[in-house]
């Protein structure tokens, strides 16, 4: 701990003890090591204590307590104890391949990206819900790949569930200034405004569990759907017409039986196109996942996290 890491890996905690323990496993795993761990408690009741100190010996870790303010002012708090060149921030919730780090360096030096993020994705161990919830949130039929689809890298807004930046960039920048909800994007909007090199590495992907069944998962997208409206609030023109699809799907599946009643025929189709689309969705997850339970459950998912993130969206703009 004399020298100073090239990486500060910071990680806020919220009453998931479990989940922590599974990604400092996968930090243990890692073949690049020069780096740190900052565990940021955000006022838990269910305390991460007993994990860290099992890691304690494998890891350079630390860990902080402090009364709970949300995730962006816990990343601003580690951010302030980290000795690292570079800070990178995960969810509780994620599990690193062994090559992140490797592949992290490679790319910082064949680019020089002054902040980036990654992709996520399904793991084999995960439940085949959470493998359908983890597809759906990549899919080009849902959030057109804009969540780090390497076609869409010119427009892609790391978020804090996976990414980095240089020391520099958290000093001029001041950070996140948001607590919850769209604060990873205001950032890499901030980011990109003031002129520094955002990029996406594809190669550093997580594996992100998202939440166990479909409930917490709506709530969870309903966030989502709120934090883009307090996005475009704060930058103009960040409200795009992709982000408003899931309303207009939101208020025409709720329209399909008033549709029925006004004209079978155009019900009919419009039950026809729904069909289509889901089927899309069914395909494209199993192509990507080469399982059939991951793509029928990928339908039940789209339809959750399309509705939730567009009721979010619509309650936000109605304020």
Known sequence: MNSAPKYSVVIPVYNRPEELEELLESLVAQIFRNFEVIIVEDGSQRTSEAVYERYSAKLAVRYFFKPNSGPGPSRNYGFEKARGEYFVVFDSDCILPSTYFEDVEKSLVSHG??????????????????????????????????????HQADRFQPRSFNMGMSRK???????????????????????????????????????HKRRTNLREFFYQVQGF???????????????????????VFLIGLISIPFLFIFDKIIGGLAIGLLGIYLAAIFFEGLKATRSLAVALLSIPSAIVQLTGYGLGFLKEKLK
């Open 169 to 207: 960039v958290f000093e001029f920048t001041g950070g996140f200034t948001l607590d919850r909800l769209a604060e990873d994007i205001d950032l890499s909007i901030r980011m990109k405004k003031q002129g520094f090199r955002v990029g996406l590495i594809p190669e550093a992907y997580v594996f």
């Open 113 to 150: 990206f002054d902040a980036w993020g990654g992709p996520d994705r399904g793991h084999e161990k995960f439940t085949t819900l959470q493998q359908a919830m983890a597809h759906t949130m990549s899919s080009m039929f849902t959030t057109g790949g804009i969540r780090g689809g390497e």
């Open 225 to 247: 759907g709120r934090g883009r409206v307090r996005v475009g609030r704060i930058h103009s023109g960040e409200v795009k017409t992709t982000h408003w699809f899931p309303a």
